[in-house]
């Protein structure tokens, strides 16, 4: 206390000896923040090539790329730019992003632009778009419409690709964001490392089963990561499960993780959490009061969690030490209590009926259906344009699924036969439908073409529990 007083004056006096610019008049100016080291693992940038302040156009590859994980030998990965995660894609709601895409990987690859609402042709599925060769190049080129974390990912041999370290992030900001002192992406993935640095290719069955599971948890590609916080500071922590199969559930001792948005953006009702699930695929938005005890560590865990199959067994894994330090917040931001007004959606009056199971085929190991029919068979779903569905989830498996569909948020109304109430409806495009239980959607097809769903335990949606519905 003592110390971080000391320096706060130390700093009071510099600021009246130097210019009042450089300093700026504010307790949340950058000067300050730049007390704390940054972190070992923030991620990659990028170089945005277009004056234009409302476009972000870059240059985008995927190539092969080697990187040390920890204490492992070196691995050879798959890469956005020789990155992992690729570099942060950073935009307002409004602007447009143009990415030079070109493939130097030793096959053909797409980038999705996850829940990204845009022209079906840029989403980046088999369905709307030629795969991309190797040599050759695509041009991505939309306008982000909402505001939240979104994440991009190959759409072809996604169960190898993304578990190659093919992912990154792309933040949109709104007009009004709640303030913060700090905020921080955590693109969080795992990954099994061989002793010799390399990851397995080939798929055991329980990878298959499961998903590929990792004996290395990831924070923006780094094990073993720390975080540099100031003491007091109201941290936002905007979080994306980009693993294939580990369902992550956050857990930081003491402090309560206030949840103020989801993958379709704000929440009308923040609400506190100390143990926050995320599935493959999904995303959270929030925000946490830092202890007010300088020079201090907190050891981000996550929870055992049963989605099946002995799962729950798994012990806690670290995932980040949260480290505090530098410059006491004497005033920290206040913790958002509002949400956004979400507008219900009118109830459906047709319903998509979806029974997710596995089952086992004859050329031995199994299949994921979907009314027991495996992609590429499962018929193809038409919807007029602009007609409300309801999705009735009915899953019947021994384990979880995250459902995502891709072109639109939709909304739960529905888990286990009981009404969701209005309050608690928010905007998603993935969620978890727990093994055995039905869990109804609502969902405006308002874009026209054709819209890949598919569970994003992505061993998973290769295995088969995939499909399309064509919005004309
Ligand atoms: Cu994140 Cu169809 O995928
Ligand atoms: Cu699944």
Redesign the pocket.
């Known amino acids: 206390m003592r110390a971080s007083m000391t320096r706060g004056l130390l700093f009071a006096l510099a600021c009246t000896a130097l210019l009042a610019v450089a300093c700026g008049g504010s307790t949340s100016s950058p000067a300050i923040a730049a007390i704390a080291a940054p972190d070992d693992s923030a991620l990659a940038a990028i170089v945005d090539e277009n004056p234009d302040p409302h476009t972000l156009e870059v240059h985008l590859d995927a190539r092969v790329a080697t990187k040390v994980f920890g204490a492992s030998p070196p691995t050879a990965v798959w890469s956005y730019n020789g990155s992992i995660p690729g570099p942060l894609l950073d935009l307002n709601v409004g602007d447009r992003l143009i990415v030079h895409f070109t493939n130097h990987l030793p096959e053909s690859t797409t980038i ?1 632009w ?1 829940g990204v609402r845009l022209p079906a042709a840029m989403d980046g ?1 088999p369905a709307m778009q030629s795969p991309i060769e190797p040599g050759a190049s695509f041009d991505y080129d939309f306008v982000v419409k909402d505001p939240g974390l979104f ?1 991009f ?1 190959p ?1 072809m041999r ?1 169960d190898v690709q993304v578990n190659k370290g093919l992912y990154g992030a792309l933040r949109v900001r709104g007009a009004n964001e709640p303030a913060s002192d700090d905020e921080k992406i955590l693109v969080l993935d795992d990954i099994k490392l061989k002793a010799d640095g390399s990851i397995p290719d080939y798929l055991d069955d329980t990878s298959r089963m499961m998903g590929r599971g990792g004996n290395t948890v990831l924070v923006n590609g780094t094990a073993n990561a720390t975080l540099r916080v100031r003491p007091n500071a109201t941290v936002r922590l905007r979080i994306v499960n980009t693993a294939n199969g580990r369902f992550f559930k956050l857990h930081l001792p003491g402090v309560a993780l206030r949840v103020v948005g989801t993958d379709g953006g704000p929440i009308a009702h923040p609400y506190d959490t100390d143990a926050l699930l995320i599935a493959p ?1 999904e995303r959270y938005d929030v925000f946490l009061r830092i202890p007010d005890a300088a020079d201090t560590s907190l050891v981000m865990t996550t929870q055992a969690y049963d989605r099946g199959h002995e799962t729950g067994l798994d012990p806690p894994l670290d995932v980040a030490t949260v480290r505090v330090e530098g410059q006491r917040v004497a005033t920290p931001a206040t913790l958002p209590a509002q949400g956004a007004a979400i507008e219900a959606l009118p109830t459906p009056n047709q319903t998509l009926p979806m029974r997710l199971d596995e089952k086992s085929v004859d050329s031995g190991g199994f299949a994921f259906t979907i009314n027991d029919v495996s992609y590429p068979n499962i018929p193809t779903i038409d919807v007029p344009l602009g007609e409300m569905r309801a999705i009735a989830l009915d899953n019947t498996s021994e384990m979880d699924h995250p459902f ?1 569909l ?1 072109g639109l948020f939709f909304q739960a109304i529905a888990r286990g036969g009981v009404a969701v109430p209005e309050s608690e409806r928010v905007w998603k495009d993935t969620i978890i439908v727990p093994m055995k239980s039905t869990l109804t959607l609502a969902a405006r097809f308002d874009a026209l073409g054709m819209w ?1 769903y ?1 569970c ?1 335990i992505l061993e998973h ?1 290769e295995g088969g529990m995939m499909g399309d519905i064509m919005v004309r």
Do not use: D, P, Q
């Open positions: 999705h996850h599925t994440w990912h759409h996604s695929g995502h891709h890949m598919h994003h949606a």
